[in-house]
């Protein structure tokens, strides 16, 4: 099923075709001087997926203020269907995770079908303890699954077993658990009794996981918890998922750090460890500041990529991350966005393909270090464009995204069909 017309992608792709062709063969003939065979990076590229946040197709926020964009999402459905346009043209993203209650549905097999329709599935499953519901029993304002009182941790469970439960429905296979517990005074809080009620919170959850299902524990250095957040860090997260066991597995939300972290590192030693869950990926200058992946430290989310490529080329055990985008768009139209950091997180694997191994390893072993950095600045500096282009158009995707995006009047017909949605105070949703 269709969302953009077939014709408009041709229309859009046609007058591009030609000098597609020749960028193509011109990158080819100076990858192949180097060694690398552009057919097959190509079909690596092809096999790549990142999935896409419902939450990440309607306009963010900050505490400040909200300026929504027209044709926001009215539910699920309208979601899904803006999810649909980004895979339509990247073809890269046929997978969604969706989070808990914010794309609460009644038939969650209608919803399934619908995916599956539009040739996408449901990816990891996120649950919300962190903000309060209408009706909920008990207030997270203290807490979900670390609060001091038994029956809130005990309301937080039920509900990422509700989750799963309905993941279960849409053929997802992984919950995701992002807890904004934390405190924000010295002695608000003692930390290692909050470790040790979230141990046996998430514990309950992770027995309620069917048997192909892995738990992904996100961490994030402080926010909305100012002093201290209970799993913090990847050294939080890692305690964790090695008290819960080999389904528990740590995630690496590229907004999540402390400044001058070096996450790479952190994604070495999580794949060395067996731990590595896989990323949220976005960008960020100063915190969790949800920007575009790439567009203020691309070179970051190359060195990342490194990391992923070189476990994958020496066949490391157990290696398998789940690749999603977790952005928030304050100013952009979200699909514009997520086409661009789709293309991005790919453009970002395409170069790390390119690094030449076994000289790294030589240069590495030597210990030259000018040749090993440079190695790598090789892969960031081939401009892989056309290869990325010629990958989307031989999968029926836009050669150039936004052009065919912005040709195709999707905004304005959305427009048209969903009321205008309230500005004003904060939120992330
Ligand atoms: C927390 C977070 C987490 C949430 C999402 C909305 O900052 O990164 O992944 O589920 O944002
Ligand atoms: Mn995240
Ligand atoms: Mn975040």
């Known amino acids: 099923m269709s969302i953009i017309s077939v014709d408009t992608i041709a229309a859009s792709n046609a007058p591009l075709l030609e000098q597609q062709k020749s960028d193509y063969a011109h990158l080819g003939g100076q990858l192949a001087r180097r060694g690398v065979d552009i ?13 896409l946040p419902s939450w990440g197709v309607g306009t963010g926020g900050t505490r ?83 609060h001091t009182d038994a029956s809130t941790r005990a309301q937080a469970v039920e509900h990422n077993i509700a989750v799963i439960e309905a993941g279960r429905q849409l053929g997802s296979n992984a919950l995701t658990v992002w807890i904004g517990d934390g405190s924000n005074f010295p002695g ?61 597995q740590c995630l690496v939300d590229l907004g999540h750090h402390a400044p001058n972290v070096n996450i790479e590192l952190i994604v070495a030693r999580l794949i060395a460890a067996g731990k590595l869950a896989g990323f949220h990926f976005n960008d960020s200058k100063y915190g969790d500041d949800d920007l575009d992946a790439g567009s203020v430290a691309p ?55 390119l690094v030449d191994r076994v000289a790294l390893d030589a240069a590495q072993d030597g210990n030259d270090v000018l040749v090993a950095a440079q190695l790598l600045k090789k892969g960031f500096e081939t401009d892989v464009t056309p290869l990325l282009q010629q990958a989307r158009l031989e999968e029926g995707g836009a050669i150039d995204l936004l052009g065919c995006y912005r040709a195709s009047g999707y905004r304005a017909k959305v427009a048209a069909e969903r009321p205008a949605s309230q500005g004003g105070g904060g939120g992330i949703v």
């Open 64 to 146: 400040f203020a909200r300026f929504p964009g027209r044709g926001e999402p009215r539910h699920v459905f309208d979601k899904l269907q803006d999810c649909g346009v980004v895979h339509q043209l990247t073809r890269a993203t046929p997978g969604i995770s969706l989070h808990l209650p914010w794309d609460h549905c009644t038939d969650y097999s209608e919803l399934r079908g619908k995916a599956e329709a539009q040739g996408m599935y449901f990816d990891a499953m996120n649950s919300n303890t962190f903000s309060d519901q209408k009706d909920q029993a008990h207030s997270y304002k203290f807490g979900s699954l670390t």
């Open 299 to 353: 070179y970051r989310l190359f060195l990342v990529f490194n990391e992923l490529v070189a476990a994958a080329h020496e066949g490391v055990t157990g290696f398998n991350p789940a690749y999603m985008l977790d952005q928030s768009h304050n100013v952009t139209d979200p699909i514009e966005s997520l086409m661009s950091s789709a293309a991005q997180v790919q453009r970002s694997y395409a170069q790390a393909l």
């Open 188 to 248: 608000q809080q003692h930390f290692r009794r909050a470790f040790d009620r979230y141990i046996d919170s998430a514990s309950q959850i992770y027995k309620a996981l069917p048997d192909d299902w892995r738990m992904f524990l996100e961490h994030k250095i402080c926010e909305p918890a100012f002093y201290s957040t209970v799993i913090q860090d990847w050294g939080s997260s890692y305690l964790a998922a090695n008290a819960l066991g080999p389904k528990a």
């Open 39 to 51: 057919d097959a990076i190509k079909a690596k590229v092809k096999q790549f997926a990142v999935a």
